[in-house]
Structures are given as C-alpha cells and as structure tokens.
C-alpha cells in the first residue's frame, strides 16, 4: 500500500530560521487575497512572532471576518479592498512596486493569476532578472534541511535560468548562515552521457558555477542515491567529491523532478517547506493552498530574511 511510505511526522517551522528572521526588522508583507483561514492564521502568527507587518488586499468583509474568528484586532493594518483574484492580486504586487510593502505573499487565490500579477509589467516587480523558485525543506525535527530549485515556477529551464537559479540558491543559504554550500546538479546518472540531456547539462554547470560563483561548492551531474547518501558514495568509489553524499541543495533539470521531489520530503519525509521566488524586486511568496501553517510561516520566515538582505 503506498500510504504505508506517508510520513505522520507533524512538521514544525524551524526554530533557527524563525529566529533569524526576528533579528531583523518585521518587513511590510503584502497578502493577496488575504480573506480566507489558512493565510490570516499564517499572517496573524507570523505577525505576532515579529516577522511582518501585514498589508491585507482582497474582499474587506472577507478579511475582516476571518480576523474575527481568529480573534485578531486588525485595525492598524492597511487593508486595500479588491475584489476577486486578479483585483487582489494586483493590488498586493502594485503595492510592493510602489514601495508600500517589502513582501509579496500568495493568499487564496490560483497561481496563474498571482504570479501573472508578480510579472505584470506597471506593477514594477521586475528587474530584467528571471523569477525562479526554491524551497527551503527542514526535516520534521528540525535538525537538517536541504534546498531545490526551481519546483513550482519554470516548467523547462533551460541553462541560463537555472544559472539564475543556482546563484540564487547559493546567496539565500549565505543569508541562512551557510558560509560555504554544496549544490547537486540532479541527473539520473553521475557521467556526462549524450542519451541523456540532463547529465550532460548537469556537467556544464556545474563548470560553469565553478568558474563563476564564489563561495560554495558544486558537483554534477549526480544522481539523487549520490547526492543525498553517503552509503551510496561509498559503495560507487566516489572519492574527493566535495558534494556527494552531503548536499544543501539541489538543482534540478525541470519542474517535474523538482516538484515530485520536493514533495517526497514533505509526504515521505514529514518535511516543512518554505518557499520564496527571488529575482524580483522583493522577495514573493509562493505558497499552496495546501500548505500547512507551519510551511507558511516558514515562508514568512524566508521573505522577512531575504527582504532585510
């Protein structure tokens, strides 16, 4: 029965990335769409942990209401009245463009219309950069974590997005306190072979990152047993690898791979999964709307870093 592989771990926001996130000032977080129970649970605790100040967008009745339910004096926060998706959505992006707001964050509202929002060009979040994904999953204890990029955002990245992608990844863990990270370029093999793309490709950046990314360690291509295991390293003869078998994060070749492996942590492993999409002009949170409160606080987390940076 594959329920006997699911995870009954109940994931905790990790205590360290809270607390690194409370060192800073709270930034200004603005919630598209913010009038349902799992972004004002999320945006009520992180505000009440010193991590945002909450600028609400979407239906006023709707916010106000689950406030109350939440028993959340909303009163000295902003709240633009929009109605639906796409007014929600663009009124939340407008306001991190103008400089009202620090932080853009996701609430109930698809993706296709939030992140259409985050590009929209006279919302002015874009910097000429390419917006990529990562994921910051913690294991259930909170005692180890590993990061992917791009899991939710860019379907087939070719080279120079995930270029982009690994230079984000290597600066969000230096913020993290990672001084020196090691990133896997994922294949399904650790040899450059032509029949498969990914591997040769995995190669090339990793060359690539070496020559040009300072501070953090790179190896690829690798296949998931040798970037996550030891035992596997040892059994393959892999030596004087300085990724292998101990990765903090992982490159992955397309959204397919990175989705179904971010999502093996979560459901397998009990991991909390905090998300951020950078190389816009804040830091946006892409959060699901099956995310737990812990994975949105998490984000919460990660955007009031990267926005203090």
């Given at each position: 029965?594959?329920?006997s ?42 505000t ?29 926060f ?7 998706e ?59 974590s ?60 990793r ?16 296949a ?86």
């Open positions: 029965m594959t329920a592989f699911l995870s009954d771990a109940q994931a905790q926001p990790p205590a360290s990335l809270i607390s690194l996130a409370q060192k800073a000032p709270s930034p200004r977080v603005a919630i598209a769409r913010a009038g349902a129970p799992l972004p004002m649970k999320a945006a009520k605790e992180a009440e942990a010193n991590m945002m100040v909450p600028l609400f967008t979407g239906e006023r009745h709707m916010i106000e209401d689950e406030a109350a339910k939440l028993d959340w004096d909303i009163s000295e902003e709240i633009i009245d929009a109605d639906g796409v007014e929600s959505g663009m009124a939340a992006a407008k306001a991190c463009g103008d400089g009202r707001a620090d932080v853009l964050m996701k609430g109930q509202l698809h993706t296709d219309a939030f992140m259409r929002a985050a590009v929209a060009r006279d919302n002015g979040l874009r910097t000429g950069k390419r917006f990529v994904h990562i994921f910051h999953i913690t294991t259930a204890d909170g005692t180890g590993i990061t992917i990029s791009d899991a939710a955002v860019n379907v087939s990245p070719n080279l120079d997005t995930r270029k982009d992608a690994t230079g984000e990844v290597v600066s969000l863990l230096h913020k993290l306190g990672n001084a020196r990270p090691k990133v896997a370029f994922l294949s399904a093999t650790e040899s450059p072979i032509e029949s498969v793309p990914s591997s040769m490709e995995g190669r090339e950046l060359d690539w990152a070496q020559a040009n990314i300072d501070g953090a360690d790179f190896s690829g291509p690798l998931f047993d040798l970037i996550m295991a030891p035992k596997a390293v040892a059994a393959k003869k892999i030596t004087g690898d300085p990724v292998a078998g101990q990765a903090d994060a992982i490159i992955v070749p397309d959204i397919v791979s990175g989705n179904a492996l971010f999502k093996s942590f979560v459901y397998l492993g009990g991991g909390c999964a905090g998300g951020i999409v950078m190389g816009a002009k804040v830091p946006i949170l892409l959060t699901s709307r099956a995310d737990p409160a812990a994975a949105r606080l998490s984000s919460v987390a990660l955007g009031a870093i990267m926005a203090n940076a």
